[in-house]
């Protein structure tokens, strides 16, 4: 019985820890939420110099063969700092193409995508807030080697950095994976309420290519990928709500109003300790949904649906409280509370807000 | 990380597994005087006291073997290992702690073997929350203490044997942490007095007690004169894992989704009703991240690193579920949850209604939730303090 982390895992964190203090500060964030593409070149290099982007991807294709729990210390961390760099989706995709493509296709791809030579993101549901299959509504209809794709992707995750995209697709035998490149479709940016992310809409009508780009993928293996979806976003929820905690909890001791710091009236230090409560629960249950992807895969959709189910109401009030109990300087464009609170927004929803994963709490524990 | 056990902790988990298996009827079968036998057998095993040093009687058990004692005996719905509650919670290892040899070999062996009831004499009628402020007074004559004052809010004090009484015997401090002393008093001295109070579910089990002229030798001092406020802070810290309970809570959720099930709501099944299934599932959360807050708390103590006030989290989700699961229970049933037991519709024999009374028990006794936010921003966050 072990639930802490190996010191290998805390190295990795103060690795990243230092990598978004020197290279990706706040400053950085903001110039690269303002960019067209939300990328830096030199960052993406640089993470994968130091094995982030194959983390999880076994060593024959040249990644790390770490487990999820590694890549959430990693997402935690990228989460603090707000870093608009695509590592979820990225590490998505990797998963994705483990779980669905041929073996061929790992061998050419994974390397590239270890490399950082492609930027890639995995893109499922086409209709907002609605987490099933039957939300797959883009087809791909399969004609002997060729493959014609129709319909509209209208929420790709960091679309407008990535170089190759991975989107859940109907076809007449049931699921499938396609794989596009850049080259062959127009991302139509999508103005967000959080602008460290960069989301866009693709349509994919008239996109043809050769057939082995399609694989089959079942509800199962959705599901799967849905899952790994809500437990990369509550990994970085983890770390941006630990981060918005810290900066309101600083300013509450420097803050003084009636001659004493706002930190110790109740009304202040008492929401505090709140949400202190609240980000401590849904970090143990983050770290425990990690654990389950690899080592317990049976339990894992209801520990990753505890895990968001949580997050995604606590964090979003963390954001709101967060702006709020700084006063008026909370609510500034200049001070960084506000970035949180948007983060809290964008990852509410993200593979499956609170009613969804809570309603499936309820399903799973035999209600 | 992992949550395997080691092959000697799941050895120490069959060991348990097949006592209780042997020698734990099913609740109903148990025979009228079964706990004496049960607490007999538990001394025998070393598992009243378990993580108690063995030269007081314990078996020096460590942390994990002791979260697997305790969820094997919440799992088996098991009577608890020695009945003397606050004997073993606080007195006993302050006793150890700070006690003389006298001390340590008059009260430990009784605390074991259940034979003595400690009840705690800390809040006072204005000095409750504020535990350091308490008035109730003691001035040494002879080799005696003469304690003069009032205590209130005494749990178990109706039938204890003795009682761990902070008093003041220095009124001229500049800190009111200084001056407290620690006194362990029999409940039948001279002089003093114990009225019950009946609390909102009709039971009496706290009281007010007074002490006039009451004697108490110097002997049972626990600790030095004035050092007190040390003595009782290095006993409630004596936190233990909360796996226990967390077992306890599943085990009561798993009865709310039973009630859900067999209820109806507005004529229809109540399991069908979206706000009723996330409510639960809310529960379902809350008890999870206790769990592994649990555990993640009990890797920091396992690999050496102190705890600071981290147990106030636990504490807090504790609060809210005990008082949230039994309203949501009685509110669920509409008329039929407020009936008490003998009600012709009560629910579950009237088991939530009364529970549903009972909540300050828990959320009041062990420190108001107040008390713990203060604990965790001023602690844990390093706000300034109130």
């Known amino acids: 019985m072990n639930f802490g982390f190996s010191e290998e895992q805390n190295l990795l964190r103060d690795q990243v820890a230092r990598f978004m203090q020197e290279a990706c500060p706040m ?18 290099k640089q993470a994968a110099e130091l094995g ?9 294709y040249g990644g790390l063969g770490l487990k999820w729990i590694d890549l959430t210390v990693v997402l935690e961390e990228l989460g603090k700092g707000l870093s608009p760099l695509p590592m979820a989706s990225h590490a998505l995709a990797c998963a994705a193409l483990l779980e669905c493509a041929t073996e061929d296709k790992l061998e050419q791809w994974l390397p590239m995508m270890v490399a950082g030579d492609a930027v890639c993101t995995l893109a499922l549901y086409d209709e907002p807030n609605w987490i099933d299959p039957r939300a797959i509504t883009a087809t791909a209809a399969i004609d002997g080697e060729t493959v014609t794709l129709s319909g509209v992707k209208p929420f790709v995750n960091d679309a407008l950095a990535a170089t190759h995209f991975i989107f859940a697709v109907r076809t007449t035998d049931g699921l499938g994976l396609a794989t596009v490149a850049r080259e062959q479709i127009t991302v139509n940016a999508q103005p967000l309420m959080d602008p460290t992310k960069g989301m866009g809409s693709i349509s ?6 050769p057939s082995e780009y399609v694989f089959p993928m079942s509800e199962a293996q959705l599901e799967y990928l849905t899952d790994c979806g ?12 630990d981060a918005i905690l810290e900066l309101t909890s600083s300013y509450a001791k420097e803050r003084i109003q009636f001659g004493k710091p706002i930190g110790q009236y109740q009304g202040v230090k008492h929401r505090l300790a709140e949400m202190y409560v609240d980000v401590e629960s849904f970090k143990s249950l983050c770290y425990y949904a990690a654990w389950t992807v690899d080592d317990a895969r049976d339990e894992m959709p209801r520990a990753v649906s505890l895990a968001k189910g949580y997050a995604s109401d606590a964090f979003a009030q963390i954001g709101i409280d967060g702006v709020g109990l700084h006063g008026a300087i909370g609510f500034t464009a200049e001070y960084d509370a506000q970035l949180y609170l948007k983060r809290s927004k964008w990852a509410r929803p993200m593979y499956g807000d609170s009613d969804y994963h809570l309603d499936r709490v309820a399903a799973l524990g035999g209600l | 990380m992992d949550f395997d056990y080691t092959p000697e902790e799941q050895a120490f988990r069959e060991e348990v597994r097949s006592f209780l298996k042997d020698n734990l009827p099913p609740k109903g079968e148990r025979p009228k005087d079964f706990l004496k036998t049960w607490l007999e057998q538990v001394r025998e095993k070393g598992w009243v006291g378990f993580s108690w040093p063995k030269e007081f009687g314990g078996s020096d058990g460590g942390l994990i073997e002791q979260t697997i004692l305790r969820e094997e005996m919440a799992l088996a719905k098991a009577p608890p290992l020695g ?7 606080w007195v006993g290892p302050g006793i150890m702690q700070y006690g003389t040899e006298a001390q340590k070999q008059k009260f430990i062996p009784d605390i074991l073997d259940s034979k003595v009831t400690w009840c705690t004499g800390y809040s006072e009628p204005n000095h409750g929350s504020d535990l350091a402020a308490i008035q109730c007074k003691a001035v040494k004559d002879g080799d005696h203490y003469v304690v003069n004052g009032q205590k209130i809010w005494t749990t178990g004090a109706p039938w204890s044997q003795w009682i761990i009484l902070l008093v003041r015997t220095d009124f001229e401090v500049e800190s009111k942490h200084d001056g407290i002393t620690c006194l362990l008093v029999p409940m039948d001295s001279e002089g003093l007095e114990v009225r019950p109070i009946e609390n909102m579910a009709g039971d009496k089990h706290f009281a007010e007690i007074f002490f006039t002229d009451v004697r108490v030798p110097i ?7 004035g050092e007190g406020w040390n003595v009782t802070v290095s006993a409630l810290a004596n936190e233990r894992s909360s796996i226990g309970e967390v077992t306890q809570m599943f085990e009561k959720l798993d009865n709310l989704k039973e009630l859900v099930r067999s209820t109806r709501k507005q004529g229809k099944p109540a399991s069908e009703d979206p706000d009723v299934r996330r409510t639960i599932a809310r ?3 809350k008890i999870a991240a206790m769990k592994y807050n649990g555990l993640r708390y009990l890797t920091k103590q396992i690999k050496g690193e102190p705890l600071t006030s981290e147990t106030s989290v636990n504490k807090l989700h504790r609060a809210s579920l005990e008082i949230e699961m039994d309203d949501f229970a009685v509110a669920l ?11 012709e519709a009560a629910i579950d024999g009237g088991t939530w209604s009364k529970s549903a009374l009972n909540w300050p028990n828990v959320v009041i006794g062990g420190g108001t939730p107040n008390i713990q936010k203060n604990i965790i921003a001023e602690r844990i966050l390093g706000q300034p303090k109130d």
């Open chain 1, 27 to 44: 400053g950085k964030v903001r110039e690269l939420s303002q960019s067209d593409s939300r990328m830096d070149a030199a960052l993406w």
């Open chain 1, 52 to 60: 982030w982007l194959g983390l999880t991807v076994p060593e024959q």
């Open chain 1, 204 to 209: 994919l009508d008239g996109v043809t290519m």
């Open chain 1, 230 to 241: 809500a437990m990369a976003t509550t990994a970085e929820m983890v770390g941006a709500a």
């Open chain 2, 83 to 89: 009945t003397s509650f606050m004997g073993l919670a």
């Open chain 2, 219 to 225: 002997d049972n001092r626990l600790g030095d004169e």
């Open chain 2, 283 to 285: 529960f379902e959360m």
């Open chain 2, 333 to 343: 049933n509409g008329e039929a949850g407020l009936q008490l037991s003998g009600g």
